[in-house]
């Protein structure tokens, strides 16, 4: 591998992060409202499925009173 000085390296870093194309302001916003959305409705659901499963323990094993 050649070997590239510090200078060239920035430099086409800088060329290769002008070619990104970022999504406007309002999509980014949806997009992290929908992942927040998504994230509460997995906790819920296995906040729910764990609940349902330790209830059946304590009934199968009869405990917890």
């Known amino acids: ?3 590239i000085n510090p200078a060239q390296f920035a430099h086409e870093v800088r060329q290769e992060a002008a070619k ?3 999504p406007p ?3 980014t916003g949806v997009s992290t409202g929908m992942v927040f959305l998504m994230v ?3 906790a819920l659901f296995f906040f729910l ?3 349902i499963l ?3 323990v304590q ?3 009869g405990l917890g009173g």
Do not use: F, S
């Open 25 to 27: 302001r309002k999509e």
């Open 20 to 22: 990104v194309t970022w």
């Open 49 to 51: 499925v764990d609940q």
């Open 40 to 42: 509460i409705l997995a």
């Open 1 to 3: 591998m050649a070997k």
């Open 59 to 61: 009934i199968i094993l």
């Open 54 to 56: 330790a209830k059946g």
